[in-house]
């Protein structure tokens, strides 16, 4: 028998996602909330809420008494535990059990069987499974530690046992990494998962992160439903998923669907898991895959599964967990086209990819589309308005500002964009959870589809307030090796080592640029020339404009017959109104879309992945500009600054101590990471401005060097 009421043991995007497929089947919805999440679209989305407790999710979402209490309050008749918020889901499950509520997920044998990485690792060599060679006991102090990393050889990686998401993991190269990260380890895992257990186990070099979907029921049925490609890593946390793999084989898929499938079968499965597997990119055999560890839960990262296969995995596990049969066997598992998957987090790209925090002052994500809408919905149509070209009344405002008059194909029409969330504009992004803002999932029929159709989204998603890696995102889409699909774990650490700056801009790219900007300040002049009450004739808006974007002097030249940039025409078309906060041109038969947003003197340009500020002046004015005295910013190198609001954990020196390059200073935690804080230059520390425990605001001086 169905359902008649879930609650979500979770919130944000999770929670919503999972109330989406129930209001769907018929079944009724119950949210749970901290005080931090009194308003947020999970609350509102539900049919009832109950509050937990304090925003800290130790007093709140991870005290199953409480979500258990809201159960039996509401009358739920099953919880989903979302992305498994909670850390001790085994004995939740159990509880469940005890009190007559069905849990949506699998059967707590299994649970506590895949939970623990160490007895996971024999579980699965057991079952024929190919492991990872690494010492699987538990490991006593940091000079046991050193002595295993050195049987094993470096490079080792030190993992917490009841680890997952990036956290609770360092990866060490010598036996100094290992001692300065495994007490580091062991506190992230006993302060995020309860437990401080550290296993450790060699690393693949070049490798590749790829899971497989396995979805089972009670009768005994198991499927694996393909591949995803999770390699586009950064500190362990996923960015970047697609399905399916660039990398796989048809027989690799079989051979790791069908050990995924037995690993499952060994414990007793049943309900949407994953299986984890590390992949070595250099071995063409396709035999070079082995376990890493098995999800027993709802993956992040599912709806790419869900686009390649039409299948909606909440809605199988909740039929599962009444107990119905899958409807469908191994064989009717197929591949329908590609997609890409962009995690949008709430840090900084540009200061080392630093926690963000702080309100939403503006969200406004790309539109949701389907099939059907995607192909027919008429392209945007460009048309000037605000320009005259000697004459003082505006030209016609639907008429068209272009340098051709062919059509536009701007994206694939088959391609479909989906914008799973739990936030809203006004609302607040959190210190006390996880920095993931939204998920950005595309589909095509084809991989390089699927990309331009993420680029094309990510420069109309609009984020205001935190700093979020939106340009960065985009970047890694047009990255050329990621369009070839040569992906390792280490993809972003080899091509951005010294920080990301910036997507690179093509030439033709920044005329396209300097030619929006020009048109965007005509506009803004022939406004300003309506104005009423002005004395004399008004003015005509310039016609000619120089333009420098990222260092260079464009020539600009705005009509209604046209644009010219440099002496040559430009075929586009767009539209700009005064007041517009994004820009789509028509430009060489595809659209731009690009954020824009007044300056003193020109506009900031948002697109493809970088900003860029186009300072705007008429022609006749630019050469005075020369004479300008540059504002030199000043020099704080000597301070040691809070990258990020968080908690002075620990302070390594004291005034009057000498410091070398790298040498830790601080270490700061943000958002469950510890981030250690290093010396850049020799100096000796003049004064201390913070001691350890204090809560620390963004850009706070820590300490005083000289």
Same mark, same amino acid.
């Given at each position: 028998?169905?359902?008649?009421?879930?609650?979500?043991?979770? $919130?944000?995007?999770?929670?919503?996602?999972?109330?989406?497929?129930?209001?769907?089947?018929?079944?009724?919805?119950?949210?749970?909330?901290?005080?931090?999440?009194?308003?947020?679209?999970?609350?509102?989305?539900? &049919?009832?809420?109950?509050?937990?407790?304090?925003?800290?999710?130790?007093?709140?979402?991870?005290?199953?008494?409480?979500?258990?209490?809201?159960?039996?309050?509401?009358?739920? &008749?099953?919880?989903?535990?979302?992305?498994?918020?909670?850390?001790?889901?085994?004995?939740?499950?159990?509880?469940?059990?005890?009190?007559?509520?069905?849990?949506?997920?699998?059967?707590?044998?299994?649970?506590?069987?895949?939970?623990?990485?160490?007895?996971?690792?024999?579980?699965?060599?057991?079952?024929?499974?190919?492991?990872?060679?690494?010492?699987?006991?538990?490991?006593? *102090?940091?000079?046991?530690?050193?002595?295993?990393?050195?049987?094993?050889?470096? =490079?080792?990686?030190?993992?917490?046992?009841?680890?997952?998401?990036?956290?609770?993991?360092?990866?060490?190269?010598?036996?100094?990494?290992?001692?300065?990260?495994?007490?580091?380890?062991?506190?992230?895992?006993?302060?995020?998962?309860?437990? &401080?257990?550290?296993?450790?186990?060699?690393?693949?070099?070049?490798?590749?992160?790829?899971?497989?979907?396995?979805?089972?029921?009670?009768?005994?049925?198991?499927?694996?439903?393909?591949?995803?490609?999770?390699?586009?890593?950064?500190?362990?946390?996923?960015?970047?998923?697609?399905?399916?793999?660039?990398?796989?084989?048809?027989?690799?898929?079989?051979?790791?669907?069908?050990?995924?499938?037995?690993?499952?079968?060994?414990?007793?499965?049943?309900? %949407?898991?994953? +299986?984890?597997?590390?992949?070595?990119?250099?071995?063409?055999?396709?035999?070079?895959?082995?376990?890493?560890?098995?999800?027993?839960?709802?993956?992040?990262?599912?709806?790419?599964?869900?686009?390649?296969?039409?299948?909606?995995?909440?809605?199988?596990?909740?039929?599962?967990?009444?107990?119905?049969?899958?409807?469908?066997?191994? /064989?009717?598992?197929?591949?329908?086209?590609?997609?890409?998957?962009?995690?949008?987090?709430?840090?900084?790209?540009?200061?080392?990819?630093?926690?963000?925090?702080?309100?939403?002052?503006?969200?406004?994500?790309?539109?949701?589309? &389907?099939?059907?809408?995607?192909?027919?919905?008429?392209?945007?149509?460009?048309?000037?308005?605000?320009?005259?070209?000697?004459?003082?009344?505006?030209?016609?405002?639907?008429?068209?500002?272009?340098?051709?008059?062919?059509?536009?194909?701007? /994206?694939?029409?088959?391609?479909?964009?989906?914008?799973?969330?739990?936030?809203?504009?006004?609302?607040?992004?959190?210190?006390?959870?996880? =920095?993931?803002?939204?998920?950005?999932?595309?589909?095509?029929?084809?991989?390089?589809?699927?990309?331009?159709?993420?680029?094309?989204?990510?420069?109309?998603?609009?984020?205001?307030?935190?700093?979020?890696?939106?340009?960065?995102?985009?970047?890694?889409?047009?990255?050329?090796?990621? $369009?070839?699909?040569?992906?390792?774990?280490?993809?972003?650490?080899?091509?951005?080592?010294?920080?990301?700056?910036?997507?690179?801009?093509?030439?033709?790219?920044?005329?396209?640029?300097?030619?929006?900007?020009?048109?965007?300040?005509? /506009?803004?002049?022939?406004?300003?020339?309506?104005?009423?009450?002005?004395?004399?004739?008004?003015?005509?808006?310039?016609?000619?404009?120089?333009? $420098?974007?990222?260092?260079?002097?464009?020539?600009?030249?705005?009509?209604?017959?046209?644009?010219?940039?440099?002496?040559?025409?430009?075929?586009?078309?767009?539209?700009?109104?005064?007041?517009?906060?994004?820009?789509?041109?028509?430009?060489?038969?595809?659209?731009?879309?690009?954020?824009?947003?007044?300056?003193?003197?020109?506009?900031?340009?948002?697109?493809?992945?970088?900003?860029?500020?186009?300072? +705007?002046?008429?022609?006749?004015?630019?050469?005075?500009? %020369?004479?300008?005295?540059?504002?030199? =910013?000043? *020099?704080?190198?000597?301070?040691?600054?809070?990258?990020?609001?968080?908690?002075?954990?620990?302070?390594?020196?004291? /005034?009057?101590?000498?410091?070398?390059?790298?040498? =830790?200073?601080?270490?700061?935690?943000?958002?469950?990471?510890?981030?250690?804080? $290093?010396?850049?230059?020799?100096?000796?520390?003049?004064?201390?401005?913070?001691?350890?425990? *204090?809560?620390?605001?963004? *850009?706070?001086?820590?300490?005083?060097?000289?």
């Amino acid at each position: 028998m169905m359902f008649k009421k879930i609650l979500v043991a979770n $919130r944000g995007e999770i929670a919503c996602r999972v109330f989406r497929t129930a209001k769907k089947m018929g079944i009724a919805t119950v949210a749970v909330y901290s005080d931090a999440d009194a308003r947020s679209p999970h609350v509102l989305m539900a &049919d009832e809420a109950v509050r937990l407790g304090p925003a800290p999710a130790a007093e709140s979402y991870l005290k199953a008494e409480l979500i258990l209490d809201a159960a039996r309050i509401t009358g739920a &008749d099953c919880i989903h535990p979302g992305y498994g918020f909670l850390s001790e889901r085994e004995s939740f499950a159990r509880a469940c059990a005890d009190a007559g509520i069905a849990f949506v997920g699998p059967p707590p044998n299994a649970i506590a069987a895949m939970g623990d990485k160490i007895e996971s690792k024999k579980l699965a060599k057991q079952a024929g499974v190919n492991v990872v060679p690494g010492f699987l006991g538990e490991i006593a *102090d940091t000079d046991e530690a050193v002595r295993i990393a050195g049987d094993i050889g470096y =490079p080792v990686m030190m993992k917490a046992s009841a680890g997952g998401g990036g956290k609770g993991m360092r990866l060490a190269y010598s036996e100094q990494d290992v001692r300065e990260g495994f007490e580091a380890t062991k506190r992230e895992g006993l302060a995020s998962f309860g437990d &401080d257990r550290v296993f450790i186990e060699k690393f693949i070099e070049s490798p590749r992160h790829i899971e497989i979907q396995v979805l089972g029921d009670q009768h005994g049925n198991i499927v694996y439903l393909n591949e995803r490609e999770c390699s586009v890593q950064r500190r362990h946390q996923k960015v970047v998923e697609e399905a399916p793999s660039p990398f796989v084989s048809p027989e690799m898929r079989k051979a790791m669907g069908e050990q995924a499938v037995a690993l499952a079968r060994a414990v007793g499965y049943y309900s %949407a898991g994953t +299986v984890e597997l590390i992949v070595s990119g250099a071995d063409t055999t396709g035999q070079g895959f082995y376990f890493l560890e098995m999800n027993t839960r709802l993956q992040v990262e599912h709806p790419v599964t869900e686009e390649i296969t039409g299948l909606d995995l909440v809605e199988q596990m909740i039929r599962v967990a009444a107990g119905e049969q899958l409807s469908f066997g191994q /064989a009717d598992v197929g591949i329908n086209g590609w997609s890409i998957e962009n995690r949008v987090y709430a840090e900084d790209p540009y200061r080392g990819f630093l926690p963000s925090i702080g309100r939403l002052v503006r969200y406004n994500p790309p539109q949701s589309t &389907d099939a059907s809408q995607s192909s027919s919905s008429p392209r945007r149509r460009g048309s000037i308005t605000h320009v005259v070209d000697g004459a003082d009344d505006i030209a016609d405002p639907d008429s068209r500002l272009r340098g051709n008059d062919g059509e536009s194909e701007a /994206a694939d029409p088959q391609a479909i964009v989906r914008v799973d969330d739990g936030v809203a504009e006004g609302g607040e992004v959190s210190m006390f959870y996880d =920095p993931m803002i939204a998920k950005l999932i595309t589909w095509a029929p084809t991989r390089e589809a699927a990309i331009d159709a993420q680029v094309a989204a990510l420069d109309a998603f609009e984020i205001e307030g935190p700093g979020n890696n939106i340009d960065f995102l985009s970047a890694l889409m047009q990255h050329p090796r990621f $369009r070839e699909g040569r992906l390792t774990t280490g993809f972003i650490a080899e091509e951005y080592p010294d920080g990301f700056h910036g997507a690179p801009a093509s030439a033709e790219l920044l005329k396209a640029l300097a030619a929006i900007a020009a048109f965007a300040a005509t /506009a803004e002049a022939d406004r300003a020339r309506r104005i009423d009450g002005q004395l004399g004739k008004r003015l005509r808006p310039p016609a000619a404009w120089t333009v $420098r974007i990222d260092g260079r002097d464009h020539d600009v030249a705005v009509s209604t017959d046209g644009i010219s940039v440099d002496g040559a025409d430009l075929a586009i078309g767009l539209d700009y109104t005064p007041g517009d906060r994004s820009v789509t041109a028509e430009l060489d038969d595809q659209e731009l879309t690009v954020r824009i947003a007044r300056t003193r003197s020109g506009f900031k340009l948002t697109t493809r992945g970088a900003s860029h500020v186009a300072r +705007v002046l008429p022609a006749h004015v630019a050469p005075y500009a %020369a004479h300008l005295i540059e504002k030199v =910013p000043p *020099d704080l190198s000597k301070f040691l600054i809070a990258p990020m609001p968080g908690l002075l954990v620990r302070l390594d020196v004291a /005034a009057g101590d000498s410091v070398q390059p790298g040498q =830790p200073l601080a270490v700061v935690e943000a958002m469950k990471m510890e981030n250690i804080l $290093r010396a850049e230059k020799a100096a000796t520390v003049k004064a201390v401005a913070a001691k350890a425990g *204090d809560s620390l605001a963004v *850009d706070q001086v820590i300490l005083e060097l000289e």
